[in-house]
């Protein structure tokens, strides 16, 4: 039983298939931004579902932006050794990629999308160096970041202020990023993102 699994995970670090990690503070248009590169069929993308336990908003699918599960069924997980990485990203909100995730996208042949959270992203890309590649998406400023986050109207007064307050925080990671994308301009933000993305997928 042993030597399979050491096998699988043997598998799913040497498939030729890339893995592009996109990370940002909440509210800098990362979402719009891996929508619209899943719509370009040569990047061949595939985007990874994670786990979350916070509540969905209404113009989420569950199943197809995140799987939503309670907080006893993440703990669940967690126990069964089911994820590549997990956070507790909010305070008892939990965000999670799964293993099987990556087989199911693997199976699929997509080079595989992350939409992370800026400590998450760095920890797939410690766990795959020679096969991924991490994208930092920088809002334009802090102000800018609140601005988006109100006109959003997805989240409450209370969970604003702490999405600035860590992404206050998180802007002190993007060096760590191979890249580092200012999101001003969201048209040629895309163009640039999509650029490198062609690059990498291309070689070796
Ligand atoms: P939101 O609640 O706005 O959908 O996501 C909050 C943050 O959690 C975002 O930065 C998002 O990218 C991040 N996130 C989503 N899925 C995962 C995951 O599987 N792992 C980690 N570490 N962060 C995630």
Same mark, same amino acid.
Do not use: C
């Given at each position: 039983?042993?030597?399979?699994?050491?096998?699988?995970?043997?598998?799913?670090?040497?498939?030729?298939?890339?893995?592009?990690?996109?990370?940002?503070?909440?509210?800098?248009? !990362?979402?719009?931004?891996?929508?619209?590169?899943?719509?370009?069929?040569?990047?061949?993308?595939?985007?990874?579902?994670?786990?979350?336990?916070?509540?969905?908003?209404?113009?989420?699918?569950?199943?197809?932006?995140?799987?939503?599960?309670?907080?006893?069924?993440? !703990?669940?997980?967690?126990?069964?050794?089911?994820?590549?990485?997990?956070?507790?990203?909010? $305070?008892?909100?939990?965000?999670?990629?799964? $293993?099987?995730?990556?087989?199911?996208?693997?199976? =699929? =042949? !997509?080079?595989?999308?992350?939409?992370?959270?800026?400590?998450?992203?760095?920890?797939?890309?410690?766990?795959?160096?020679?096969?991924?590649?991490?994208?930092?998406?920088?809002?334009?400023?802090?102000?800018?970041?609140?601005?988006?986050?109100?006109?959003?109207?997805? =989240?409450?007064? !209370?969970?604003?202020?702490?999405?600035?307050? $860590?992404?206050?925080?998180?802007?002190?990671?993007?060096?760590?990023?191979?890249?580092?994308?200012?999101?001003?301009?969201?048209?040629?933000?895309?163009?640039?993102?999509?650029?490198?993305?062609?690059?990498?997928?291309?070689?070796?």
């Amino acid at each position: 039983i042993r030597k399979n699994k050491r096998a699988t995970a043997k598998r799913i670090i040497m498939k030729k298939e890339k893995l592009i990690i996109i990370a940002a503070p909440s509210g800098s248009g !990362k979402t719009t931004i891996v929508k619209e590169l899943l719509s370009l069929e040569k990047l061949n993308l595939g985007f990874s579902i994670s786990l979350t336990t916070r509540v969905k908003r209404d113009n989420e699918i569950n199943g197809k932006d995140y799987h939503f599960v309670s907080v006893s069924d993440f !703990k669940e997980k967690i126990r069964n050794n089911d994820f590549i990485e997990w956070e507790e990203v909010y $305070k008892n909100v939990y965000y999670g990629t799964t $293993k099987s995730e990556i087989k199911r996208l693997n199976i =699929e =042949e !997509k080079n595989i999308v992350f939409d992370m959270d800026v400590v998450g992203g760095l920890n797939v890309k410690t766990q795959f160096p020679n096969t991924s590649i991490s994208i930092f998406i920088k809002p334009p400023g802090l102000i800018e970041l609140k601005r988006r986050l109100i006109n959003r109207k997805t =989240e409450s007064q !209370k969970s604003i202020e702490f999405r600035i307050d $860590k992404a206050t925080k998180e802007l002190e990671y993007s060096d760590k990023y191979d890249f580092v994308i200012i999101n001003d301009n969201l048209e040629l933000a895309i163009k640039e993102i999509k650029e490198i993305i062609y690059q990498f997928i291309k070689t070796q």
